[in-house]
Nanobody, 125 residues
Framework: QVQLVESGGGLVQAGGSLRLSCAAS??????????MGWFRQAPGKEREFVAG????????WYADSVKGRFTISRDNAKNTVYLQMNSLKPEDTAVYYC????????????????WGQGTQVTVSS
C-alpha cells in the first residue's frame, strides 16, 4: 500500500547538478506525519545517510560529505520530497534511495520505516 518512487537520476559531469524527486503514495501513508530522508549506496560500500528533513520541513540534516552542495526540501501538498544536488563530484556516484520514518531517532538505515527502489546517479570526471 505504501510506495516511494524516486526519479531524476542520470549521468552528469563533475560540477553539474541534478534534482531528485521522491513521490509517496498509499492510503495508509500520511506523508506529513513522516520525516523523509535520502540515502545512497556506492559500489562496494554500505548504504549511507545523505540528507533528512522533518515533517513540516522545519529542520534538516546533512552528511558532512554533501553539506553546502545538496539541499533537501519537501512539498507536503504534493507528497514529494526533493534533493537538489549541486557541484557534483565523482564520489557522489551511487544509487540514491528515498526513505520515510514516522518516529525519528537517528538517521540510520535500520530506523527507516519505508524505502523507495532507488535511482542511479553517475558523475563523470
Amino acid at each position: 500500500q505504501v510506495q516511494l518512487v524516486e526519479s531524476g537520476g542520470g549521468l552528469v559531469q563533475a560540477g553539474g547538478s541534478l534534482r531528485l524527486s521522491c513521490a509517496a503514495s498509499g492510503h495508509t501513508f500520511s506523508f506529513s506525519s513522516y520525516s523523509m530522508g535520502w540515502f545512497r549506496q556506492a559500489p562496494g560500500k554500505e548504504r549511507e545517510f545523505v540528507a533528512g528533513i522533518t515533517q513540516s520541513g522545519g529542520s534538516t540534516w546533512y552528511a558532512d560529505s554533501v553539506k553546502g552542495r545538496f539541499t533537501i526540501s519537501r512539498d507536503n501538498a504534493k507528497n514529494t520530497v526533493y534533493l537538489q544536488m549541486n557541484s557534483l563530484k565523482p564520489e557522489d556516484t551511487a544509487v540514491y534511495y528515498c526513505a520515510a520514518v514516522r518516529i525519528l531517532t537517528t538517521w540510520t538505515t535500520r530506523n527507516m520505516d519505508y524505502w523507495g527502489q532507488g535511482t542511479q546517479v553517475t558523475v563523470s570526471s
